[in-house]
């Protein structure tokens, strides 16, 4: 559905040039919902904005529904632009227009009259769960409304493709979930391919299929959301993957010395990595009673992605080290990923 060929964009300011985006080349399929992570300045925005050529790329060429858009005429782009609705993070409603008149916006010009234009609002503003708010002003709606209202309004001219620019970044958690659900769910419905630029792993985690990743105007990673979470091979996507698999909360702990995650003599302190192949056996109880170790957890984070588990546990380890280095390796065996994050013995001889 969307095409990116070694897209690239340079911005010139008065400190010099910013190549925002940097030879991108990628595919998103018809009907998915594609995600697109990276911290601030990453150049997610430029990069979706050279998706419907509101920025025009300084080389490479944009595939829309098999159509290169860097190539046609300014009418025919306008036309295809239709095709694309947009969202952002400040919902852009005009402030002096009712609700309705916001979503009729776009349908000028479409050969409507002005009383089927009223219909097709409507409607659009019933798929968003708004109807009541027709006449009401953007001032006197919530974040998670207005949001609606900028959904019915991307969709008017009846779409092929949504990209989503932060849509949620100024929502709370909760709305958000919603804005996400109603995502996935017109999604579904209307066929849509929608675009999802975040910062955030969990709006990911939630709606997309496939993720790239981005980092200084490249896409340094990609795949299946389930796969990056699971194996991030980046230390840019562990890190975003770890904001939202609370694991790495651990080293903040150790670093500070705190008593909970200090092992005891002979203790070893172990991070354990699940996914998908091991969660659902009894691999703790089965490693302690196997091997005569005793193992307590410290601290815990799983989650479901895609419908399958990602995350791990923190654990205390204690008993005889041969057989500690035993019950690791059986761990190891059933694809657990294991690593030492404090020993215990070590610790012992220092303090020797
Ligand atoms: N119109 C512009 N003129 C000059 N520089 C720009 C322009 N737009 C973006 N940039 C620069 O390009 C780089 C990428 O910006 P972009 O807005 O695409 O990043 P982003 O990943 O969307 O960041 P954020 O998460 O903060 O929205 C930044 O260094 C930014 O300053
Ligand atoms: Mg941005």
Known sequence: MIELKN????????????????G??????????FGIIGLSGAGKSTLVQCMNLLQRPDAGSV???GCDLTAVSPRELREKRRGIGMIFQHFNLMASRTVLQNVMFPLRGSGMTRQQQRTRAFELLQLVGLPDKADAYPSQLSGGQKQRVAIARALAPNPRVLLCDEATSALDPQTTRSILQLLRDLGRRLGLTIVVITHEMAVVKEICGRVAVMQSGRIVEQGDVYAVFSHPREDITRELVGAAVHLRQIDELVHAGSAAVTPGPGQLLLRLTYSADNVSEALISTASRRFGVDLSIVFGSIELVQGAPVGGLVILAG???????QAVRFLISKNVGVEVVLDGKSFAKAGA
């Open 7 to 22: 897209v690239s964009k340079t911005f010139s300011t008065p400190s010099g040039s910013v190549e925002a985006v940097r």
């Open 24 to 33: 991108v080349s990628l595919r998103i399929q018809a009907g998915e919902i």
């Open 63 to 65: 595939i829309v529904g």
């Open 319 to 325: 008993g005889e080290r041969a057989r500690l280095e």
